[in-house]
């Protein structure tokens, strides 16, 4: 192992035949609020997690409070994606054109 890489930043000791073992778990507050994070995602107390009251002492995770929710309905809703379907086939017709105008074609008579 290469001991000057560790060492730079002088947070950590290198303790020659030593190891450590970590165990990943979910924090047993969290499960309330588990609906509100990415599978696999690592967040600290610090972090902005969107649905979560901010905690006075700064730290979200040690007694999360859900924000309260409240239900809606939304009428004549319109999402658009850019780009359009339309759009796209549109542009892919042109970058396939004028890939086939910059394909060299081999000769035909010899």
């Known amino acids: 192992m290469d001991h000057t890489s560790i060492n730079d930043d002088n947070l950590l000791k290198v303790i020659d035949g030593a190891h450590l073992d970590c165990q990943v778990k979910t ?5 309330s609020a588990m609906h509100l994070l990415p599978e696999n995602a690592l967040v600290s107390g610090e ?3 969107p649905g979560l009251i901010s905690s006075p002492t700064g730290d979200v995770l040690l007694r999360p409070q859900l ?18 379907l339309e759009k796209f086939e549109s542009l892919l017709l ?17």
């Not at 924090?27 to 499960?31: G, I, V």
């Open 27 to 31: 924090h047993p507050s969290l499960k």
């Open 94 to 110: 042109q970058l396939i054109n004028a890939d086939c105008q910059n394909t060299v074609r081999p000769s035909l008579h010899n």
């Open 67 to 84: 924000l309260k929710t409240t239900p809606f309905t939304l009428d004549r809703l319109t999402i658009s994606l850019q780009p359009s």
């Open 47 to 49: 972090d902005t997690i």
